[in-house]
Nanobody
Framework: QVQLVESGGGLVQAGGSLRLSCVASGTDSSLKSMGWYRQAPGKHRDWVATITTGGRTNYADSMKGRFTISRDNAKNTVYLQIDNLKPEDTGVYYC????????????WGQGTQVTVSS
């Protein structure tokens, strides 16, 4: 059973930084990638960034510059560093893992709340 547990969210002032963590368990060799998504209040869930098992990273165009995704394979953990936080970064940040040798299956964490005050 794949489980993803996010942490690291909280209330921060604009201009500050946060590092979100996502610990994965129950994954196997079919793990392809892990990623972060953000859902602002009243809006759709938007893709932020993805990192493959090989370490290749991709970012949504609007997220480039202040967001950095990384992983620690030994700890089965993916991180999202967010710098120079802005009030519009407020939302629930979700971690997603994609597994499957042929067809990809997505697994989601429960999310961690980030609130940025101006």
């Amino acid at each position: 059973q794949v489980q993803l547990v996010e942490s690291g969210g909280g209330l921060v002032q604009a201009g500050g930084s946060l590092r979100l963590s996502c610990v994965a368990s129950g994954t196997d060799s079919s793990l392809k990638s892990m990623g972060w998504y953000r859902q602002a209040p009243g809006k759709h869930r938007d893709w932020v960034a993805t990192i493959t098992t090989g370490g290749r990273t991709n970012y949504a165009d609007s997220m480039k510059g202040r967001f950095t995704i990384s992983r620690d394979n030994a700890k089965n953990t993916v991180y999202l560093q967010i710098d120079n936080l802005k009030p519009e970064d407020t939302g629930v940040y979700y971690c997603k893992a994609t597994l499957g040798k042929i067809v990809g299956y997505d697994y989601w964490g429960q999310g961690t709340q980030v609130t940025v005050s101006s």
